[in-house]
């Protein structure tokens, strides 16, 4: 059940990425049929990324606080709506507000995506799992422009979100029925039966099959009546936390710098090498393979240096109750991996910018774009590993406020970097975003050092809150 559970999640965070990247081709087209600059119908592409990093901050806390299910099903209803008009719109105006709803409704599914393998995975397996959700995003830009510009080419573009459309359609088929409940608030570790809204098929059956014999303890938890309001201001706060904040700093400016390279990557592949829609479609390729091999080499790498780190405290990794994170040196286990990739990453953004600029063949960028995708892929999940390990009782809410972080300074970055490639040429312009990467990168030694004592505070702090304990053991 475990892997299954996996499989879905990790097909349920394609959506957002693949909704994004599958929409490129059809900007061209639209701007033709609407009679629009395609400045403006950049602007479609804009307001996506801006619902991508607000829409998590809702919707990840309130799976915390309802459960997985029942927000899943409430955003993938928004999804298939804003799909289905967008493939019947015929105005500009509706293609703006229905981008936003279609974002809205895909982007907080790798927010819960995390939150989710929190669930039923312990800090001892952990990382290998959330890589692999993070390899699913991965990919998506290497597969989307791809099919995206197939679509586009021989059925229009409007066939582009009937596809999404259908594909949604499939995935509820097989999550509604079969995916149980996760969220432990809950069901804890799977021992209690979920509330009537966040069963299943297979919670439905088993509860008929067994329910003269739950004891009190074991009743399904009762839901509130009216939906309650997500902590919006508790997940930005979590930004402000002395050892989140530096984190979500580097990380976001490390993202902002690599999606630099992709912003300008169809323009320059067209320009340099004379390419058709699709031919530029896969040139994206090697940066996703990369990245998906990046995070398959680092979930392993992540569950062997814990089992290392504990090993040399003396601790047995529990890989079926968790440990108690409290005590265990997470930030060690986690950021011990982070140097060989992060320099990797920044080798790779700066050559990026001089091999463009030497007009070299085709191999070359394309070389750079593989080892630039591993690059990328291996901070970024360590960083959501490690963020989970510091929040175990909010992982929807910590994956959202990250979420937010990242995209909001993403999308500063591709919206001002041809701005600077104009001014200063490739090569100065990749240097620039490199020493970025590089002068943030600090940050990971000061919570490496001092997150430790920074976390003890947090947990006394939530202790005098609550006035009782807080529960340290992940079970």
């Not at 600059?37 to 806390?61: C, R, S, W």
């Not at 108690?324 to 992060?342: N, V």
């Not at 463009?356 to 774009?369: C, E, M």
Request: glycine residues 6%; proline residues 7%.
């Amino acid at each position: 059940m475990k892997v299954f559970i996996l499989l879905m999640t990790v097909f349920s965070t394609l959506f957002s990425p693949f909704s994004s990247f599958i929409y490129l081709p059809a900007i061209t087209p639209l701007a033709k049929e609407y009679n629009k600059p395609l400045g403006e119908m950049n602007l479609t592409v804009t307001v996506y990324q801006i619902m991508q990093a607000i829409a998590p901050v809702f919707f990840g806390d309130l799976s915390d606080q309802i459960g997985r299910r029942p927000v899943y099903m409430l955003t993938f209803a928004i999804y298939l709506g804003a799909n289905i008009g967008l493939a019947l719109q015929s105005n500009y105006a509706a293609l703006m507000v229905l981008r936003a709803m279609q974002s809205t409704g895909s982007s907080a599914t790798v927010a819960i995506g995390s939150a989710v393998v929190a669930d039923f995975a312990t800090s001892a397996d952990r990382g290998g799992f959330i890589t692999a959700v993070q390899a699913s995003v991965m990919f998506a830009p290497a597969m989307a422009p791809v099919v995206g510009g197939l679509l586009t080419q021989f059925l229009g573009w409007r066939s582009t979100f009937w596809f999404l459309v259908i594909s949604a359609v499939v995935y509820l088929a097989i999550y509604v029925p079969f995916v149980p409940e996760t969220a432990r608030n809950l069901v804890g570790n799977g021992s209690i039966p979920p509330p009537w809204l966040n069963s299943c098929l297979i919670s439905v059956h088993k509860r008929q099959g067994d329910s003269e014999s739950h004891s009190p303890a074991l009743r399904p938890k009762k839901l509130p009546r009216r939906l309650p309001v997500p902590n919006i201001l508790a997940a930005v706060l979590i930004i402000f936390e002395k050892d989140v904040g530096p984190l979500m700093l580097f990380m976001s400016l490390f993202v902002m710098a690599n999606y630099a390279v992709m912003v300008p990557l169809q323009d320059v592949i067209r320009r340099r090498y004379n390419f058709n829609d699709l031919q530029v479609g896969l040139c994206y390729i090697p940066f996703s393979v990369g990245s998906v091999a990046g995070a398959a080499v680092v979930g392993k790498l992540l569950n062997w240096n814990y089992a290392r780190v504990a090993k040399s405290i003396g601790v047995s990794p529990d890989r079926k109750r968790g440990d108690d994170m409290r005590k265990f040196p997470i930030e060690r286990a986690r950021l011990d991996l982070m140097w060989p990739w992060t320099l990797l990453a920044v080798a790779m953004i700066i050559a990026w910018g001089w091999v463009i600029d030497a007009g070299t063949s085709l191999a070359a960028p394309l070389v750079v774009l593989f080892f630039a995708g591993a690059g990328l892929s291996g901070p970024v999940s360590i960083l959501n590993t490690l963020l989970v390990d510091l929040y175990p009782m909010n992982p929807g809410r910590v994956s959202s406020a990250f979420n937010l972080t990242r995209a909001t300074l993403s999308a500063t970055g591709t919206a001002a970097v041809q701005y600077i490639i104009d001014a200063w040429g490739y090569s100065f312009t990749y240097l620039f975003m490199g020493l970025i990467v590089l002068a943030a990168s600090p940050c990971v030694l000061l919570v490496r050092k001092f997150g430790p004592k920074w976390r003890e505070e947090r947990y006394q702090r939530f202790e005098r809150a609550a006035g009782q304990s807080l529960p340290a053991r992940h079970t």
